[in-house]
């Protein structure tokens, strides 16, 4: 079995290319045996792909799932009654949502990686957190949306934490400015997703021709960029203008999805996606699910060490990226660095069917 | 019933109101005048050369030639003695194949109906290809009896417009699949009036290893099994889905690699597969295997022709249809098999090495509930005035009929 305790230690960018690739392989294929053996459903895929799991030579060679697949079946590695949490992706009403099942171990996994590697950004110490969102999205406990999952993940850095925004949506600009004056001189985390800090954190500010003091604040975002493309904002702009309302310097992307929760990828300071030795990206040629050369673009595919509970170590997301390089980011972190260039296009299907096309969306 | 007309966009449209369309008085089928129009607008959308961009609409204007709707008109000759129109036909037309409305009025029109016919929304220039030789055949001044017939139309989705249109009009066509269709069917027709529905289909192909073998043109089998599938992405309701082999172990396996290398060969030339379509395949092998299995995932070729063996038939094998070339295959020694899940969903299945009467009679003596249409492979596109199930003709006009009584 995958030893966790051990491989935990290991600093969070310190392998390069050839050692990666021999740990990564080793790790996924005692995890592909373990799913082959405790989950039918992935053995029955696993089956039909034809592939030998007692000889895998490369991780890039393991069959990935769907992360669609998430949301049609429950796919579960341990018995129901040892999982402990259930995530669920945030979809709008109607839409199915994954639902990904998390034992004890898997579930305290991800957040110890996830505090190996946000850590080795904002330093280990915890700090004063602003939660650029509403605490109405916590509500249900036994049912974690991503969103909720995300604050919740997050927050294992907290050692005080506020929401920016009541449940309407509107910022709390007096409890914010009351949050700042007690952390005065202080280091403050910022956690929200893309688009809400830009609508309803970043506009209000400016709306209302207020600047806070946020120079020693740290962000940490993500959720995508797809609606601030519409609106034409760029991972640039998007930093000038929130330097501009609330002098804030550091403010770091991230992309991480609910069905591998804990193994994220956070953008460095030449604003670079980096994963970490405890997960990679492969980018995919749709054409034949090869792998594509750095610089071209794909369908991402994501692997994870952690996911143990639910067959998810190895999935093909429906994201499209591009590998910018690996090892050598001036940043100095080891392995790839990447960046997302948005999900993959509704093709415009003919045909008779009206609808078939909107199932997906 | 008074409607908001800023709503509506009229493409063809003569000047007169819904209303008087309503009291057009209908005509007998194949009527002169009809087929008269409809041959000058073949002429029209034959004349200009640009049109040649548009394959599709080249096949209808050959299908509108007045040879070809003359021999359409022999098969009709007992209707034209007692059928006559219904009236007023409301045609809605699906959202992703630009030239279907054109055909759905064509039958409207022979039939002896005025036609109103909501184009959809989304803009494909072959729309405005057809409406604007539409408008220059009635515009000429040979044709002007046929200007109250037609009008097409354009509005966003519009419960108050499609309930007014609907309650007006003698027959409803609604293409568009399941979805469209209960959703327009929110909209009540008058109390004779009903519905002609187009819902989603399912379809299959069946070949006999043996005579495919021995026929030996396999590009061109290659190239009519793409016209069926990949042309439409394979999501066209007449596009085969599950490809049944018949005949012996070897013959399969010989026939299988000779006809998947060839339509793959064809379909790498004509056909990119999207990011999209590569996941969707995927998650359809996914699916098939958990819910189906054990089945064997045949991808010699790459993300292009997605394979899926298996090796019983499911009843409900139409729910792992996927668009853009992925194909469930089943091997057995004949149809029998088949017998136990064709269903109502079932439209067209299309042929090799079969005689079609053969698969006719097999239809009818097992009692089928599906498989309206037995076509060789590369026509399962093909328009014809039976449809679906449907004869349209004779379902879009009204029977009068006469009884000699005893003399006095």
Same mark, same amino acid.
């Given at each position: 079995m995958v030893n966790y305790e051990e491989i935990l230690n290991m600093p969070p960018y310190s392998l390069d290319k050839s050692k990666k690739h021999e740990f990564l392989t080793e790790q996924l294929s005692i995890l592909t045996r373990h799913h082959y053996y405790n989950c039918p459903e992935y053995r029955k895929i696993i089956d039909a792909f034809g592939?030998?799991?007692?000889?895998? #030579?490369?991780?890039?060679d393991i069959p990935f799932l769907p992360v669609r697949l998430f949301k049609e079946y429950d796919l579960l590695s341990v018995p129901r009654e040892d999982v402990v949490k259930t995530m669920t992706s945030s979809g709008t009403t109607g839409q199915k949502v994954s639902k990904i099942y998390l034992d004890k171990e898997t579930s305290s996994n991800q957040t110890k990686t996830l505090v190996k590697i946000v850590s080795s950004y904002i330093g280990a110490k915890r700090l004063p957190m602003i939660v650029i969102?509403?605490?109405?999205?916590? #509500?249900?406990?036994n049912m974690f949306s991503a969103r909720g999952a995300g604050i919740l993940g997050f927050s294992v850095f907290a050692r005080d934490r506020i929401f920016a925004l009541d449940e309407n949506m509107e910022l709390d600009i007096d409890g914010l400015v009351q949050f700042l004056r007690k952390y005065e001189g202080e280091d403050i985390l910022l956690f929200g997703f893309t688009y809400m800090i830009w609508q309803h954190f970043y506009n209000k500010l400016k709306e209302l021709d207020l600047s806070l003091d946020l120079s020693r604040g740290v962000m940490i975002h993500g959720g995508g960029w797809k609606k601030l493309q519409e609106h034409a904002i760029s991972p640039a702009g998007f930093k000038e203008a929130l330097h501009h309302v609330c002098g804030i310097n550091r403010v770091y992307d991230y992309y991480g999805m609910v069905e591998q929760t804990g193994t994220v990828y956070i953008e460095c300071e030449c604003g670079h996606l980096h994963s970490s030795v405890f997960s990679d990206v492969i980018i995919r040629r749709s054409s034949d699910f090869g792998i594509a050369e750095t610089g071209e673009k794909g369908i991402i595919e994501v692997v994870s060490v952690l996911p143990k509970s639910y067959p998810g170590h190895v999935l093909l997301t429906e994201d499209e990226g591009i590998i910018i390089g690996e090892d050598d980011c001036p940043c100095g972190r080891k392995g790839k660095y990447f960046r997302i260039t948005g999900r993959i296009n509704n093709a415009e299907i003919r045909g008779c069917s009206d609808t078939y096309a909107d199932r997906f969306k | 019933m008074q409607i908001d007309l800023n709503k509506v966009e009229f493409?063809?449209?003569?000047?007169?109101?819904f209303e008087e369309m309503k009291n057009v008085k209908p005509l007998r089928p194949f009527a002169d005048e009809v087929v008269s129009f409809l041959s000058a607008l073949s002429q029209e959308l034959l004349r200009s050369k640009t049109n040649k961009a548009y394959p599709e609409i080249i096949t209808f204007a050959f299908y509108c030639r007045k040879a070809n709707l003359e021999s359409e008109k022999k098969k009709y000759l007992d209707c034209m003695e007692n059928h006559i129109g219904r009236g007023l036909t409301f045609h809605i037309a699906p959202s992703n194949v630009p030239v279907n409305f054109a055909y759905s009025m064509v039958a409207g029109l022979l039939s002896g109906n005025a036609c109103i016919v909501r184009v959809s929304s989304?803009?494909?220039?072959q729309t405005d290809v057809i409406c604007n030789a539409i408008n220059s055949v009635l515009s000429s001044g040979e044709h002007d009896k046929m200007k109250e017939f037609i009008s097409i139309i354009r509005y966003e989705r519009d419960v108050e417009v499609t309930s007014y249109l609907s309650a007006l009009c003698n027959v409803r066509i609604i293409w568009g699949g399941d979805s469209t269709i209960s959703e327009i069917r929110k909209s009540p027709v008058a109390p004779r009036a009903f519905d002609v529905t187009f819902a989603d289909r399912y379809s299959i192909c069946v070949i006999k290893a043996k005579e495919y073998l021995a026929q030996g043109n396999y590009q061109k089998v290659a190239h009519d099994f793409y016209n069926d599938t990949y042309l439409f992405d394979q999501n066209a309701c007449s596009s085969p889905h599950l490809i049944v082999w018949i005949g012996t172990d070897d013959d399969i396996a010989k026939a299988k690699d000779i006809f998947w290398d060839a339509v793959y060969t064809f379909a790498k030339q004509n056909y990119k597969v999207e990011a999209i379509t590569a996941v969707d395949k995927l998650t359809t092998l996914c699916r098939c295997a958990i819910d189906i299995g054990p089945v064997k995932w045949e991808r010699m070729h790459g993300n292009l022709v997605s394979r899926i063996s298996i090796n019983r038939l499911p009843s409900e094998i139409y729910e792992y249809r996927c668009p853009g070339g992925s194909f469930i295959e089943y091997s057995d020694v004949n149809l029998d098999s088949l017998t136990g899940i064709i269903n109502d969903k079932y439209q067209t299945m299309t042929y090799i090495g079969y005689e079609p009467e053969e698969l006719k009679k097999w239809v009818m003596s097992n009692g089928?509930?599906?498989?309206d249409r037995i076509v060789?492979?590369?026509?399962?596109a093909d328009f014809s005035l039976i449809w679906d199930g449907y004869d349209l003709i004779r379902n879009l006009s009204r029977v009068c009929y006469s009884v000699q009584g005893k003399p006095i």
């Open positions: 592939f030998d799991v007692n000889c895998i #030579k490369s991780y890039c969102d509403t605490s109405a999205v916590l #509500k249900d406990r | 493409l063809c449209h003569s000047g007169i109101s989304k803009p494909f220039p089928l509930q599906g498989i060789p492979v590369g026509k399962s």
